[in-house]
């Protein structure tokens, strides 16, 4: 009986929290939805249909942005700042949001697909992507740094390779990164 009661208690624990926000979000809709049909009905004696929607929409932009300006930025800024005092847990993060906003960011790195010519005398070629065109800074002139995904994995390397071994390929990025990955099982559709 005690087990029973328990698992009781954290239900209510678990389900309380969604249902009192769904209660309070509910009540506030259909406060805005009456205030306004009764705002426009006062100044212009006519009952607009849809307005509630319109308010309702309204009301959850502005939320979303006071909920970003105001609630989200000093968050990451704390969390950054904590990231910083531990080193190993800083360097992680940083290579893995690098990593995904290579991918997904507004700065996609991944988008300049190419050919690169692996070996000569075979014409063993290889689809990757330019990551850097620019090496001379590390006294690598004539050189790009170009990245390989793996097939079936999130992973791949970065080689160095004579900028004359490597063809700009004309194609959309993501269709070359979706070949790669799937191992050209997906074609180029």
Do not use: C
């Not at 208690?9 to 389900?15: D, E, K, P, T, W």
């Not at 300049?112 to 290889?126: F, G, Q, R």
């Amino acid at each position: 009986m005690n087990k029973l009661i328990t698992y009781f208690i954290q239900g209510l624990l678990y389900i309380a929290p969604i249902g009192i926000t769904a209660y309070v979000i509910y009540n506030i809709l259909i406060f805005i939805y009456d205030n306004s049909q009764q705002l426009i009905n006062a100044l212009f004696g006519i009952e607009v249909p849809g307005l509630g929607v319109v308010a309702i929409v309204l009301f959850l932009i502005l939320v979303g942005f006071l909920g970003k300006t105001i609630i989200a930025k000093p968050l990451k800024a704390i969390f950054r700042k904590i990231l910083t005092k531990i080193p190993l847990l800083n360097f992680i993060h940083s290579a893995l949001n690098d990593l995904f906003s290579a991918f997904v960011g507004k700065d996609k790195k991944f988008n300049k697909p190419v050919l690169v010519k692996i070996n000569h005398e075979s014409n063993l070629e290889k689809l990757g992507f330019v990551t850097e065109e620019d090496l001379s800074a590390l006294g690598l002139n004539g050189k790009v740094a170009v990245y390989f995904p793996h097939s079936y994995n999130f992973s791949g390397e970065l080689f160095i390779v004579d900028a004359s071994s490597v063809s700009q390929l004309n194609i959309d990025s993501s269709k070359v990164m979706k070949f790669i990955v799937s191992a050209g099982v997906t074609g180029w559709k």
